[in-house]
């Protein structure tokens, strides 16, 4: 039966591998389960437009993310409910680091202002 979970384990990890949907490396633990190691999250660097605190989204223009193949471009991001909104202002240039959503589209997982 261990065999079996290993190996539908094994085929789900690779349909998310070959999908696009997650990019990483692969090992199995002592107990036989898939370990997998996170690639680097995607980051970019940009200028906050606008900030809606109440539905925790930001709009922003932020240069290319190179991890997602996207070219720069003004867009909104969702936010993630541990990033301090408190301190963000239009104008503001900041760095960012992205995590996939549940609805499929990434969200702000963390924030920071560039130097």
């Known amino acids: 039966m261990k065999h079996l979970a290993l190996k539908v384990s ?27 190691a996170q690639a680097d999250q995607p980051s970019g660097e940009g200028k906050v437009n606008s900030i809606d605190t109440a539905a ?3 709009n922003m223009t932020h ?9 720069g471009m003004t867009m909104d991001f969702q936010v993630a409910p541990g990033v301090d909104m408190s301190t963000l202002k239009a104008g ?3 760095g ?4 996939p959503a549940a609805d499929g589209r ?3 997982d963390s924030i920071k202002f560039a130097q």
């Open 56 to 58: 925790r989204k930001v």
């Open 10 to 36: 094994m085929i789900a990890t690779a349909a998310l591998v070959a999908s696009g949907v997650f990019v990483g490396a692969q090992s199995s633990n002592a107990a036989g389960r898939i370990v997998i």
């Open 92 to 94: 503001a240039k900041v």
């Open 106 to 108: 990434y969200m702000i």
């Open 63 to 71: 240069g290319p993310v190179a991890a997602l193949k996207w070219p």
């Open 96 to 99: 960012f680091t992205l995590k």
